[in-house]
Structure formats: C-alpha cells, structure tokens
C-alpha cells in the first residue's frame, strides 16, 4: 500500500509542479512530515530532492 501511495507520488512530482505538500496529501498521507520520511527511506532522497533532480533532468533534455 505504502509502496503505491510512493510510486504515485512519484509519477505526480515527474510529471507535475504541484507541491509537495499537495502531492502528499493526494497519495493518503495526513502528514508532509510522514510523507517525506516514508519517500526518502523507501526512495532514497527527500521528495524536495526528487523533485529538483527531474526538473534539472527536464531542463537538460529541453535544451539539447
């Protein structure tokens, strides 16, 4: 369950410039705080992190 509610969220940061907070919210979790502990230990990074990483990777792909 935790695992989807992630993937999710990890397909709305890839694909959107919602917040974080709104994305969290949107995939179940009542908390950022709780969200952003279970993305990063389950995900590797925070999703603040995630987010500036894709739309660096974004911005390279557009330029090229």
Do not use: H, Q, W
């Not at 949107?26 to 969200?35: A, E, I, N, R």
């Not at 952003?36 to 090229?64: D, Q, R, W």
């Amino acid at each position: 369950e935790i695992l989807r509610c992630l993937v999710g969220s990890e397909m709305c940061i890839r694909d959107s410039f919602s917040s974080i907070s709104d994305i969290a919210t949107l995939v179940g979790f009542s908390s950022v705080y709780t969200f952003s502990k279970t993305f990063k230990k389950e995900i590797g990074v925070a999703p603040t992190e995630y987010a500036k990483t894709i739309n660096l990777e974004k911005v390279k792909s557009s330029t090229n």
